[in-house]
């Protein structure tokens, strides 16, 4: 390995030991098992050398926004055989490149996208396990179902042969205090303890990815279960 390579794998292994590390004092406070939650590098504008690098290190799953990104990755076997989420932007017409390629789209937001999954999930004989993405501060600009949508939107993908929903995912505003953001959080597992009420068949909710770098200590006091860190690993995003 070059000297290049030599110091970033160490930069990045200080940096996701860190991580670990409060991932586990965090659960510790909230009198949760580390185990329960996973690390999701969200390694959006990074080049495959270094998200194969990050894939040595103990990061559980690896979360994609962009389909030409994705591909580059995995075509370089970037993810060394971890899994890869969609956590990005979903348009309909993509959907035929991430259905069967990652193993959750966590980013599942509206009807429409709903029933693209299940046509080509159908399509290639598979059931496509998906989070469904809340809008929790009806923030126009974002993405994700508004809370009062989540019910009709869960309705129709539980009712999809091909679709499994595993939980909920959210982006919450950027709040300043730590308890601005765990009501936020709490929001989210509030509305999946609702969801599990409804009883849709084909859910089996368990999973809340939320808190990102910042954020993620809030969010695993709240209940995360998965955590999508960027920046706290691969530094900030120059491009
Ligand atoms: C980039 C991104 C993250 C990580 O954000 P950081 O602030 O870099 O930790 C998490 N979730 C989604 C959907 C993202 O796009």
Redesign the pocket.
């Known amino acids: 390995m070059s000297f290049i390579m030599e110091s970033k794998l160490q930069e990045l292994t200080d940096r996701v030991n860190a991580i670990r590390y409060r991932m586990e004092n965090a659960a510790k406070g909230a009198g949760r098992a580390l185990s329960e939650i996973s690390l999701c590098a ?1 390694c ?1 504008a990074q080049p495959s050398n270094i998200v194969r690098l990050s894939a040595s290190l103990p990061v559980d799953l690896f ?1 994609e ?1 962009r389909m030409q990104e994705m591909r580059e990755h995995q075509m370089a076997d970037a993810f060394l055989g971890k899994p890869c989420h969609f ?2 932007h979903l348009q309909t017409n993509k959907v035929r490149q991430v259905v069967g390629a990652v193993e959750v789209i966590q ?1 599942v937001d509206r009807v429409r996208l709903v029933n693209a999954i299940q046509v080509e999930a159908a399509r290639q004989k598979l059931v496509q396990e998906i989070l469904i993405e809340v809008n929790l501060g009806q923030e126009d600009s974002k993405a994700g179902v508004h809370a009062q949508d989540l019910k009709p939107l869960m309705e129709a993908a539980a009712a999809c042969d091909n679709i499994r929903i595993l939980g909920l995912m959210a ?1 919450p505003p950027i709040t300043q205090t730590e308890d601005e953001a765990r009501r936020y959080f709490a929001n989210l597992r509030t509305l999946m303890e609702q969801a599990k009420t409804w009883q849709f068949g084909n859910a089996q909710l368990q999973v809340l990815s939320m808190g ?3 954020s993620y200590e809030a969010a695993i006091k709240e209940g995360a279960t998965i955590i ?5 690993i691969y530094g900030e ?1 120059v491009r």
């Open positions: 969200a959006k979360g926004n956590i990005g980013s982006i990102m770098t910042g999508r860190v960027g920046r706290e995003r």
